[in-house]
């Protein structure tokens, strides 16, 4: 019943097919990483956590400290299910609307001259005497880590996801949506339902 | 499914109704694993969330206060009359933000275990910025307290960290740290030359090089217990007190 087109496929679009997973998956694993080292840098220590978000001057003083307690665990979540592929797509939205996020307090805090470590990796508001923040160099990190978890989104979830084994994967891989539709017929959905779990 | 029609069209019918509702049986299972794992996240986040707020949540001020006394050297003993042990040293700036943050999350803790006897605490003002105005500010800020009589210090103290100007201007003016002396009580007739003439600013450089030059010190705050450096529990006041009281066991 489950018609497979691999056989008749070209064999580049076969390359492709077959590398585009891939790539979504070392996409998520590099997001997750990046998360993850820097939830768990800060989580032990939620009042410098609050501090590094206060240090922004961006958010009202109680919106700050709960952004401050909530960001750590997270960055820590949402790494997590990137590493196991599981919501990937919402995880991934929320992976880009953070980095989103840091990018614009970054650039808002180097524009209105604010000498801060941006508190990414933990120990906000430490910055050592005469260390200057490079705000630079995390604006490109983070702009970096928002396309890779934009691509996630694109093209969830990747190969080695808890979303393929569970059957939450999307209807249709979305990477080449000609190429199932030629061959599958009117039980399209069905099928590759059953190619999710396979 | 009317008696009009033929076998062909109601087994189509049959197989059609049959796949629609193994369609609604997978996309029911679909949703309601999707919902799990949505509320499993949700929920590690909001207990995440509420564990961070619980470990940072500061103790109520007991209203006592053990007595201050300052040392020659510049460090600043605050200890019920006859506790030697154990030894908490906090070594702060009067302008680093994080400093400020341990202030005011731990600052009652650590003033109520003085108060209960529990600990002997030595505050250690130093410079730790090399920058400027970060450095005038430390400067300013640590000579001027260092014009404080014991009995007002510690309000002093407390004073300077919620009037901690941003790392960015220039603050701990001097007309400043004068007032808020005049507002802690003090009323000693040489303070405000004291504060003015920065008559300290020497000492709190040198007191600074000499706590560098141990080398036990490499950023503010530091916060040691009897000889062992307190890391993430220092912000977290049941963990010091825990902590405290273990080590006094």
Redesign the interface.
């Known amino acids: 019943m489950l018609v497979t087109s691999d056989q008749t496929a070209p064999l580049r679009s076969r390359n492709a097919r077959m590398a585009l997973p891939w790539v979504t998956t070392a996409a998520r694993l590099v997001v997750a990483g990046v998360l993850i080292v820097a939830g768990w840098l800060k989580?032990?220590?939620?009042?410098?956590?609050?501090?590094a978000v206060e240090?922004y001057e961006l958010l009202p003083g109680s919106v700050a400290t709960?952004v401050g307690?909530?960001l750590?665990?997270?960055e820590?979540?949402v790494g997590v299910?990137l590493v196991v592929g599981?919501?990937t797509r919402?995880a991934g939205i929320v992976a880009a609307l953070l980095m989103l996020a840091f990018v614009i307090g970054i650039a808002s805090a180097w524009a209105r001259?604010?000498?801060?470590d941006c508190g990414c990796f933990g120990?906000?508001?430490?910055?050592?005497?005469?260390q200057d923040p490079s705000y630079f160099w995390e604006i490109v990190r983070d702009a970096g880590i928002f396309l890779l978890a934009g691509w996630v989104v694109w093209f969830p979830p990747g190969r080695l996801a808890l979303d393929s084994a569970?059957?939450?994967a999307p209807e249709r891989e979305p990477y080449d949506p000609e190429f199932e539709h030629d061959e599958v017929d009117d039980?399209g959905?069905?099928a590759s339902?059953n190619k999710g779990s396979d | 499914m009317g008696g009009k029609a033929t076998r062909e069209s109601r087994a189509r019918d049959r197989i059609r109704a049959q796949?629609e509702a193994?369609?609604k049986r997978?996309e029911r299972?679909?949703i309601v694993?999707?919902a799990l794992?949505?509320v499993v996240?949700v929920a590690?986040?909001a207990?995440?969330?509420l564990y961070?707020?619980n470990?940072?949540q500061s103790e109520t001020a007991s209203g006592k206060v053990a007595p201050v006394t300052l040392q020659p050297d510049g460090s600043v003993v605050m200890a019920q009359p006859g506790v030697e042990k154990p030894v908490l040293d906090i070594y702060e700036d009067f302008q680093?933000?994080?400093c400020?943050?341990?202030e005011?999350?731990s600052g009652t803790t650590v003033k109520n275990l003085a108060a209960e006897g529990q600990v002997k605490v030595v505050f250690h003002p130093i410079t730790?910025?090399?920058?400027e105005p970060?450095?005038s500010n430390s400067v300013r800020a640590g000579a001027a307290a260092r014009c404080v009589p014991s009995g007002q210090w510690l309000a002093y103290h407390d004073k300077l960290f919620a009037g901690q100007p941003?790392?960015?201007v220039e603050g701990f003016k001097l007309d400043e740290l004068v007032a808020w002396g005049k507002e802690v009580g003090v009323t000693s007739p040489d303070f405000d030359k004291c504060v003015t003439s920065q008559e300290h600013a020497a000492l709190q450089g040198d007191y600074t090089a000499k706590v560098l030059k141990q080398g036990v010190v490499r950023?503010?705050p530091t916060v040691i217990l009897n000889g062992k450096e307190l890391?993430?529990e220092a912000?977290?006041p049941s963990q010091l007190r825990k902590a405290v009281l273990d080590a006094s066991k």
């Open positions: 989580i032990g220590n939620p009042v410098l956590s609050v501090h240090a709960a307690y909530g750590p665990i997270l820590i979540v299910l599981l919501l919402v001259g604010l000498r801060i120990g906000g508001g430490q910055l050592a005497s005469g569970l059957g939450l039980g959905a069905e339902q | 796949r193994d369609r997978h299972r679909r694993t999707y794992a949505a996240a590690a986040v207990g995440g969330w961070a707020a470990q940072s680093c933000p994080a400020k943050a341990l005011e999350t730790i910025f090399s920058a970060t450095k941003s790392e960015a950023g503010t890391g993430d912000f977290s």
